[in-house]
């Protein structure tokens, strides 16, 4: 008997390799969440509790040096991520769009996916103890049907849902169309993270 694993959902996890510049960028997402009145209002407006620039700042490797060099970064992590994914592309991929989130204790943001773009990813510049796990789902969900639940011992490949628990520095990637969540969290401490889309 032969049972092989089929259709696999690829999840790319590293580290950005530099605890000063993981330190500098904490420092720039809070002078942003600080210094950003259109940001914390779009937040406020959609129920966010936090902070986040993605719907107030669409330049921030252009403002600030320190997101430009994480962006020097992130582009390898992404070719690497595209080469594992056997991704038959006419050119590299590109930055499309990258965004600060300062999530406050008991935030969480709801299950979504990232449209018009090929990979997405977050970085993760501080964790407090206890802060949110990133929510991954697995993608045939809505066509299970009659499927029965997994066992709590199931592998990891076979679960319906896989918590990934990040630490400062933590570098996420997986294709724009895996449906993700941020968990609450009960951590003391602002979860702060830049997330990014690739086209």
Same mark, same amino acid.
């Given at each position: 008997?032969?049972?092989?694993?089929? /259709?696999?959902?690829?999840?790319?996890?590293?580290?950005?390799?530099?605890?000063?510049?993981?330190?500098?960028?904490?420092? !720039?997402?809070?002078?942003?969440?600080a210094e950003d009145?259109?940001?914390?209002?779009?937040?406020?407006?959609?129920?966010?509790?936090?902070?986040?620039?993605?719907?107030?700042?669409?330049?921030?490797?252009?403002?600030?040096?320190? /997101?430009?060099?994480?962006?020097?970064?992130?582009?390898?992590?992404?070719? !690497?991520?595209?080469?594992?994914?056997? /991704?038959?592309?006419?050119?590299?991929?590109?930055?499309?769009?990258?965004?600060?989130?300062?999530?406050?204790?008991?935030?969480?943001?709801?299950g979504h996916i990232?449209?018009?773009?090929?990979?997405?990813?977050?970085?993760?510049?501080?964790?407090?103890?206890?802060?949110?796990?990133?929510?991954?789902?697995?993608?045939?969900?809505?066509?299970?049907?009659?499927?029965?639940?997994?066992?709590?011992? !199931?592998?990891?490949?076979?679960?319906?849902?896989?918590? !990934?628990?990040?630490?400062?520095?933590?570098v996420y990637l997986?294709?724009?169309?895996?449906?993700?969540?941020?968990?609450?969290?009960?951590?003391?401490?602002?979860?702060?993270?830049?997330?990014?889309?690739?086209?």
């Amino acid at each position: 008997m032969a049972v092989r694993p089929l /259709f696999p959902t690829l999840f790319y996890e590293d580290e950005v390799g530099d605890s000063g510049l993981v330190e500098e960028l904490e420092q !720039a997402c809070l002078a942003l969440a600080a210094e950003d009145g259109a940001g914390r209002r779009w937040s406020r407006e959609h129920g966010y509790r936090g902070y986040t620039s993605y719907a107030s700042l669409d330049d921030l490797p252009l403002r600030d040096p320190r /997101f430009a060099e994480l962006v020097r970064r992130l582009n390898r992590h992404v070719a !690497a991520f595209a080469e594992a994914c056997a /991704f038959d592309l006419p050119r590299r991929l590109r930055l499309d769009s990258l965004w600060v989130n300062v999530l406050k204790p008991g935030g969480a943001h709801s299950g979504h996916i990232h449209p018009h773009s090929i990979v997405s990813g977050t970085v993760y510049v501080a964790v407090p103890p206890g802060g949110g796990a990133l929510r991954l789902e697995d993608p045939r969900l809505p066509m299970m049907m009659a499927a029965p639940a997994r066992r709590e011992d !199931a592998p990891e490949a076979q679960r319906s849902f896989v918590y !990934a628990r990040p630490r400062a520095g933590s570098v996420y990637l997986w294709e724009s169309w895996l449906r993700h969540e941020v968990a609450a969290g009960a951590g003391r401490g602002d979860r702060i993270s830049i997330s990014f889309n690739y086209r």
